[in-house]
């Protein structure tokens, strides 16, 4: 048996992601607290739970595309079309439930098909291919939508919108079985371990007798499956449909910076799932902090910013540091 299909996905080590997160949660609780609030109520954390679960299902979908060495940038988009047809084939009713979140998945799963065949088939760059395809599905929420429409079954508003299991959201908990998901077939399937050697060098894996193309294509499907979650979370939350929720909530660049914030390279090839959540976790934390100080939101932006910048650049001097003593 070669060696791409014998051996297993390369497993980073503990992202230093956790570590951040601790610290950004100690420094901002002290800080919450001299300025008079509590960082560690019900109510915050509540909060902090939902963000990072509709930030979080988008981010795991995403992980799965870097890791192949590709991208999605048409996830913003996908989420806010996904709210649309949730809403409107409910129509306030729980009877159509299922089956608007199997029309929810089905069109999603096709978007991502269509990206998947772009960058493979075609060879588009996967920056130029997939932001192609959220401009169309952009101009098509611009022109037949000026605002929000349809109706969210009320089962699905009282559960996955605002149900808890103690002071954790029902949401979160899909997050985490997303997750968990997603890090078994990363690091115990066959589909994990090609989808790594791919991003890592894909000409060795098809040396190897990987079939990268349909790697890349079923990576693709999988992104735009979870942003269909997100979507039907974020019905649920709204109550409607909601054409720009997804472009306002930047859930392309956001995702992406969760993804980088976790230690996955955006080269591909070496990532996981689980700093993905510590990013998430670490992003909806910053967000949490600055609300509970009313920080202008301008400047939290600038913050954010400054962050992701220094995550990315710790991660790149240590691979400098890797590759340099592996030469020596």
Not at 304 to 311: D, H, L
Request: some cysteine; glycine content about 14%; charged content about 10%.
């Amino acid at each position: 048996m070669n060696s791409v299909l014998s051996l297993p996905a390369k497993r980073p080590a503990a992202p230093g992601v956790f570590l951040a997160l601790a610290l950004t949660l100690a420094v901002g609780w002290v800080v919450v607290a001299i300025d008079g609030g509590q960082l560690f109520n019900q109510s915050t954390t509540v909060s902090l739970l939902h963000v990072a679960a509709g930030l979080g299902l988008v981010a795991v979908g995403q992980t799965l595309v870097i890791l192949g060495g590709s991208l999605d940038l048409s996830v913003a988009y996908v989420i806010s079309l996904s709210t649309l047809v949730a809403a409107e084939t409910m129509a306030g009713r729980d009877a159509a439930l299922l089956p608007a979140a199997g029309l929810v998945l089905a069109i999603a799963a096709g978007i991502g098909l269509v990206n998947g065949l772009l960058v493979t088939k075609l060879r588009i760059n996967a920056f130029i291919a997939t932001v192609g395809v959220g401009l169309l599905l952009k101009g098509y929420l611009d022109n037949g939508y000026d605002g929000p429409a349809g109706k969210t079954a009320p089962g699905l508003v009282q559960t996955l919108g605002y149900q808890r299991i103690g002071p954790v959201p029902v949401s979160f908990l899909l997050l985490l079985a997303v997750a968990a998901a997603a890090w078994f077939a990363v690091t115990r399937t066959r589909f994990g371990h090609h989808l790594v050697a791919v991003g890592g060098d894909p000409e060795v894996a098809r040396l190897s007798g990987v079939r990268n193309d349909r790697v890349l294509v079923t990576a693709h499907v999988l992104c735009s499956l979870c942003a269909g979650i997100a979507g039907i979370y974020l019905a649920s939350r709204l109550g409607s449909g909601a054409p720009r929720v997804g472009t306002e909530g930047l859930y392309d660049l956001e995702s992406i910076a969760a993804v980088v914030l976790g230690g996955t390279a955006l080269a591909g090839g070496r990532g996981g799932v689980a700093g993905t959540v510590g990013g998430v976790l670490l992003l909806a934390s910053i967000d949490a902090i600055f609300n509970q100080l009313e920080v202008d939101a301008f400047f939290k932006q600038v913050i954010r910013g400054v962050v992701i910048i220094a995550a990315v650049a710790i991660y790149a001097r240590r691979s400098l540091a890797k590759r340099t003593r592996r030469t020596a």
